[in-house]
């Protein structure tokens, strides 16, 4: 069964990591145009770090969004390689 389906699942991999480089160039850009600034205090220890992105785009900008395009870029090619590994391997047997 999974035979009839093999190329459908190589492709929905490809497009998965498509969608994870997707976002990791939007987060890059929206980084590289509207940058992070630093807000101290008296204390040096106690500082935060604010982008100066507009709305939507501020929430953009945080370490999650790194982690689920890292991981749908890993995701997308792990389905493609197993697509793959299994495609070649069928007809040896």
Do not use: H
């Amino acid at each position: 069964m999974i035979t009839k389906f093999i190329d459908k699942i190589i492709k929905i991999g490809a497009v998965f990591s498509l969608v994870g480089t997707f976002i990791l160039i939007l987060l890059v850009l929206v980084i590289l145009v509207f940058p992070v600034e630093k807000n101290c205090g008296n204390i040096p220890q106690d500082c935060t770090y604010i982008s100066s992105a507009p709305g939507i785009l501020k929430t953009i900008v945080t370490p999650i969004t790194l982690v689920v395009s890292l991981l749908t870029i890993a995701g997308g090619i792990m389905i493609f390689r197993f697509g793959n590994w299994y495609k070649l391997k069928k007809p040896n047997q």
